[in-house]
Nanobody
Framework: QVQLVESGGGLVQPGGSLRLSCKAS????????MAWYRQVPGKERELAAS???????SYSDSVKGRFSISRDKNWFYSYLQMDNLKPEDTAVYFC?????????WGQGTQVTVSS
C-alpha cells in the first residue's frame, strides 16, 4: 500500500505562485508515473500535469507554460510549481501515483486564486 499526502495549497492573488508537494510513503514499487489532477465542484477531475519514470512531462493546454511538475528519483516526492496563477486555477489539487498494480490518490489540497 502507498499513501499520498498533498500540501502547499492556500489562498493566493492572481499572478502569484504556489508550490504543491505530494509526499509518498509505504511500499513504493513499479511506478510508471506521477500526475497532478484538479477538480472544481460539479465538474470532473481533470489532468493538469504528469511525469513518467523516464522523466517525460506533459501538461494540459490550460496550464502549459505556467505549471511545472517534478519529482525526486525515488518517487518519495512530487512537486507542482504553479506560476502566474489565474482565478480559473481555483480547485482542489490531487496527486496520483500510477504503478504496475494499483493507482493511488491523495486526499487533495485546496488552491484558491482570488484578489
Amino acid at each position: 500500500q502507498v499513501q499520498l499526502v498533498e500540501s502547499g495549497g492556500g489562498l493566493v492573488q492572481p499572478g502569484g505562485s504556489l508550490r504543491l508537494s505530494c509526499k509518498a510513503s509505504g511500499r513504493i514499487t513499479g511506478v510508471y508515473a506521477m500526475a497532478w489532477y484538479r477538480q472544481v465542484p460539479g465538474k470532473e477531475r481533470e489532468l493538469a500535469a504528469s511525469i513518467t519514470a523516464g522523466g517525460s512531462t506533459s501538461y494540459s493546454d490550460s496550464v502549459k507554460g505556467r505549471f511545472s511538475i517534478s519529482r525526486d528519483k525515488n518517487w518519495f516526492y512530487s512537486y507542482l510549481q504553479m506560476d502566474n496563477l489565474k482565478p480559473e486555477d481555483t480547485a482542489v489539487y490531487f496527486c496520483k501515483m500510477v504503478t504496475r498494480g494499483p493507482q493511488y490518490w491523495g486526499q487533495g489540497t485546496q488552491v484558491t486564486v482570488s484578489s
